[in-house]
């Protein structure tokens, strides 16, 4: 392989993730799903439950379909024409997202813009996924994920830093963290700031996605969609045949698909954990976000030098125990106790607990992230093909979205608690943990890699 890396076409493909982040960190965590959850349906246990399964049905979708389309897509190649045709649907969905109003009936009309929004973005995540392997040598290919995921997250840190300076009111004011009115006249009272943040994330999408386009290297145009459609099918069919002889890859997908269910799980209900239980509104809930945000850019930047140095597996391990630890200290906080222990009537302990636990949540998600990433490339190389493994690493992480938010509802509505409902992502992480031992491959430190 080249061993010469394309600065500009490495930094374009990095800053895809800075495009997509505010997605997941306006809507699907920290602003949004809160707001939907508090203001539009109003009951914190219904409203969990609802946005559960709104996400279960979006990563059922992307489940489904991404192992053939990553197959058909290694057929075709050109990676960027995959990108842009889910980019419509993100793009449309984010934005229908602003008719969320306090109240709104009937709900399905929100939901399915969310459902739109998030199955775009999960599929040109995919597709941008399977550009890595062709972005410089193998060695590089962790401390290059690493630093994507460290620009992702920056970009959802300056996000949320923009909606609290120009959108949200603080609490009991009606000028912004910066002094101003809320921009454009819009209207708490009317849930305008957080139903705002889906067109901005649309809008901050179609910038920040371009460079890509543009500059970032890519496979040249292949077999026509027919084609590569039946060649793609033969290619999976005979991928999954081989399960015994690529047991190691399997094994991994197997373990990511329960980990990550357990980080998705994590990451989609914290902010409506904390707005339940903690009676978080969404301006600590913004604090909160970039808390976990600056501290995941951090972290997938270490991250991604820690697994240049000793490989991914062991930071990965050493991610789950620390997501492991965030979940524990969420489940023992509440308004009255932390760690068991009674606090205080008014006492601001419990909130700055959790700010802890964002912070950790932020940094041991973006090295779990990033090194789970490098991983599969490693496990991958010369026994799959790069879309068709991100395609099925996709489904490893989309079970996650309907599988963990599916265990949340239930337990949720079971239990009636929100905090009992939250429980099955110990349990998960604790599983993937297990299974990651059984996944080996002789390819994992960079320097073993082959040419």
């Known amino acids: 392989m080249d061993e010469r890396i394309d600065r500009r076409g490495v930094f374009a493909w990095m800053l895809f993730d800075w495009a997509n982040q505010p997605f997941q960190t306006l809507i699907v965590t920290f602003v949004f799903g809160p707001y939907f959850v508090a203001r539009v349906v109003g009951d914190p246990v219904a409203g969990q439950a609802h946005w559960a399964t709104a996400t279960a049905i979006g990563g059922a979708a992307v489940a489904v379909l991404a192992p053939l389309l990553g197959a058909v897509a290694d057929r075709t190649g050109a990676r960027k024409r995959w990108i842009a045709a889910f980019s419509l649907p993100f793009v449309i969905g984010c934005a229908g997202l602003w008719i969320a109003a306090p109240e709104a009936s009937p709900l399905w ?19 941008s996924n399977a550009m890595l392997p062709g972005l410089g040598p193998r060695r590089e290919i962790g401390r290059i994920s690493g630093s ?36 454009f006249g819009l209207s708490d009272a009317l849930g305008e700031p957080a139903r705002a943040v889906g067109p901005a994330s649309a809008l901050w999408y179609l ?25 793609g099918l033969r290619d999976l069919l005979a991928t999954l045949r081989q399960v015994r002889r690529f047991r190691g ?13 357990a980080l998705a799980g994590l990451f989609a209900f914290g902010g409506i954990y904390a707005a339940g239980v903690l009676g978080w509104g969404m301006f600590e809930l913004g604090l909160f976000g970039i808390v976990a945000a600056g501290a995941g850019a951090l972290g997938a930047w270490l991250g991604g030098r ?18 492991i630890g965030v979940g524990l200290l969420a489940l023992m906080t509440t308004r009255e106790s932390v760690l068991g222990m009674p606090v205080p009537p008014g006492s ?24 789970s990433r490098t991983l599969l490339v490693h496990l991958a190389e010369g026994r799959v093909a790069s879309a068709q493994a991100f395609g099925l690493y996709a489904v490893s992480g989309k079970v996650t979205a309907f599988a963990a938010p599916a265990l949340i509802a239930v337990v ?17 992480f604790l599983i993937g943990l297990l299974l990651l031992y059984w996944a080996k491959s002789e390819y994992e430190q960079p320097g073993d890699l082959p040419a």
Request: glycine share 10%; no cysteine; hydrophobic share 60%.
């Open 306 to 323: 820690a697994d240049r140095a000793f490989g991914p597996r062991p930071v990965i391990v050493a991610a789950i125990w620390m997501l």
């Open 109 to 127: 009309p929100i939901l399915a813009f969310f459902v739109l929004a998030y199955v775009g973005s999960e599929f040109t995540l995919i597709f």
């Open 207 to 231: 910038v920040f996605a371009l460079p890509l386009f543009l500059f970032a290297p890519d496979t040249a145009p292949a077999a026509r969609l027919g084609a590569a459609a039946r060649e």
């Open 249 to 261: 890859f399997f094994t991994y997908l197997l373990a990511s698909l329960v980990y990550r269910d």
């Open 148 to 183: 994507g995921w460290a620009l992702g997250y920056a970009g959802g840190l300056v996000a949320l830093a923009l909606v609290l300076a120009l959108l949200t009111p603080a609490p009991g004011g009606t000028r912004t963290l910066a002094g101003l009115d809320p921009v």
């Open 412 to 428: 949720t509505a079971a239990t009636g608690s929100q905090r009992l409902g939250f429980s099955p992502v110990i349990a998960l």
């Open 348 to 371: 601001r302990l419990p909130d700055q607990v959790f700010f802890f636990a964002g912070a950790v949540l932020g940094a041991g998600s973006g090295i779990l992230q990033a090194a």
